[in-house]
């Protein structure tokens, strides 16, 4: 999963914070100047000869030494107090615009966003969801207007990430708003559409539920026809949901494979993505016969030549799978010229590399030997 990029910078919302801390800090120096002027003009002779023995006294020294970090300690409480009370505050304010009813378009767009800001600090998302955030950012993915609804689903991804929200936020029903903007939203709000089902699927119990309600079809048409960035999301949500064996014919029947096979192309940088979730796919009857007539028994063979050492992996069990499904199947591996691959992987691979390519290895010779035996007969 990945975590996407607003429109402002985090940065505008950290100096915000920065500034309130700052303002706060220099009226408590002002105070404490202030007091030591008054003092000074009032004080007396002796008493500045008295001040200055005193501050050469060993005792009094190590006394001050002592009260001075207390005093300082206590006074960036109270700051960081004051800070997180205003913050609080701020974070209700701009809730109350989203619910109320009659708020303006520029204040609505204004306060997702600024919702969406603040999201990104991992101390604020408990906080945003807990003065009752989430509800009206779930309501407000099925705006018509088009900024509010990217604020709202990329304010409610950056909360997701708290493992807590996650169940808040499924709870708000969001999953059908979710998949609206799947379908309606601009390029980047598909894209943090689909992450959020990504985030939201990461608790077992969601998958089938998102599966279920109708997401797999809108991820679908993201792989095959999102921005490379969109591409990526909606394989690494379909990965997620895959990883659930009901979720897996869904995808095969919505048409998964072939932007797959697609993406199967090095100059996309998304073989891994492409391989592992093929891999899945290949456990079902329906996923090996789409991806061998899409050609991509060929493609998982190159990939064991040439991929990167996670990607060979995957397609040395997404070929173990085709392999011990039928002889049809193990002869097209052999001949897409399998052997010398799979042997060099059998020795340097990964641990699970290693095993897949030894059973497929095994498959192959025992086809080697009865193609052998029917002609000796």
Not at 132 to 144: D, F, K, M, N, Y
Not at 296 to 307: C, F, H, R, S, T
Not at 341 to 356: D, F, H, M, Q, Y
């Amino acid at each position: 999963m990945m975590v996407p990029n607003p429109a402002l910078s985090q940065e505008k919302a950290e100096d915000v914070n920065q500034q309130l801390h700052n303002s706060a800090a220099d009226a408590d120096n002002i105070e404490i100047v202030n007091m030591m002027k008054d003092q000074d003009a009032s004080a007396s002779e002796n008493n500045r000869k008295k001040e200055h023995r005193r501050r050469y006294n060993h005792k009094s020294r190590l006394h001050s030494s002592r009260l001075s970090p207390i005093f300082l300690s206590t006074s960036l409480r109270d700051v960081q107090d004051e800070a997180a009370a205003v913050l609080e505050a701020r974070v209700k304010e701009l809730i109350e615009h989203l619910n109320n009813s009659t708020t303006s378009l520029e204040t609505l767009r204004n306060s997702t966003c600024e919702l969406r800001l603040l999201a990104k600090d991992m101390d604020n998302r408990i906080l945003i969801a807990s003065c009752g955030a989430i509800t009206p950012l779930v309501s407000l993915l099925r705006s018509s207007d088009l900024v509010t609804q990217e604020n709202a689903v990329t304010a409610l991804l950056n909360l997701s990430i708290s493992n807590n929200n996650k169940t808040n936020i499924v709870k708000a029903d969001s999953i059908e708003p979710l998949i609206h903007v799947l379908k309606t939203g601009t390029s980047e709000a598909r894209e943090n559409a689909a992450a959020t089902l990504y985030s939201l699927s990461v608790f077992e119990e969601n998958k089938i539920r998102i599966g279920n309600s109708g997401a797999i079809g809108p991820l679908v048409d993201l792989l095959g026809n999102g921005t490379p960035r969109g591409k990526k999301d909606a394989a690494t949500a379909l990965f997620n949901l895959s990883t659930c064996t009901e979720n897996r014919f869904t995808i095969v029947k919505s048409g998964a494979v072939k932007p797959l096979i697609e993406l199967m192309d090095p100059a996309t940088g998304m073989v891994d993505r492409a391989v592992v979730l093929l891999a899945n796919l290949a456990t079902t009857p329906e996923g090996r016969k789409d991806i061998a007539e899409s050609g991509g028994i060929n493609l998982l063979v190159e990939a064991i030549e040439l991929g990167s050492p996670r990607g060979k992996e995957n397609a040395a069990a997404a070929l173990v799978h085709f392999c011990s499904d039928s002889t049809k199947y193990c002869r097209k591996v052999l001949e897409e010229g399998a052997v010398p691959p799979l042997v060099i992987l059998s020795t340097s691979g990964t641990s699970r590399a290693k095993e897949k390519a030894i059973k497929i290895l095994h498959y192959l010779r025992n086809l080697q030997q009865q193609a052998f035996n029917a002609r000796r007969g």
